[in-house]
């Protein structure tokens, strides 16, 4: 299985941006689903998680209230929201699944098995 990460792109502070993360294939299943984003010189860190059902969401505490992860299980598709864009939101946004999990999403790297590459969100001031 393939995820493909987009809907990353040159934004002001302020805007919006919805980014997508789509399954190469149907598998029958699904995986909770993870977004982290990497900085440059900063260590990757965990943004938002979904459940397979979608039903339990988590959060990094920084993107609270800014942020919201969705799915639409029929599209194989995993979205995230981000809403009142901060400069320091720049980074490169990966998604990730996690074949195993049941319930509350992994904030943790190890527990994703499967990584699309990344899409690049930059915002300017």
């Known amino acids: 299985v393939q995820l493909q990460a987009s809907g990353g792109g040159l934004v002001q502070a302020g805007a919006s941006l919805r980014l997508s993360c789509a399954a190469s294939?149907?598998?029958?299943?699904?995986?909770?689903t993870g977004w982290f984003r990497q900085a440059p010189g900063k260590e990757r860190e965990f943004v938002a998680g979904i459940s397979r059902g979608g039903s339990f969401t988590d959060y990094a505490d920084s993107v609270k209230g800014r942020f919201t992860i969705s799915r639409d299980n029929g599209k194989n598709t995993v979205y995230l929201q981000i809403d009142s864009l901060k400069p320091e939101d720049t980074a490169a946004y990966y998604c990730?699944?996690?074949?195993?999990?049941?319930?509350?999403?992994?904030?943790?790297?190890?527990?994703?098995?499967?990584w699309g590459q990344g899409t690049q969100v930059t915002v300017s001031s």
């Open positions: 294939r149907r598998t029958g299943r699904t995986w909770a």
């Open positions: 990730a699944a996690d074949s195993r999990r049941v319930g509350l999403p992994s904030q943790t790297e190890a527990s994703y098995d499967y």
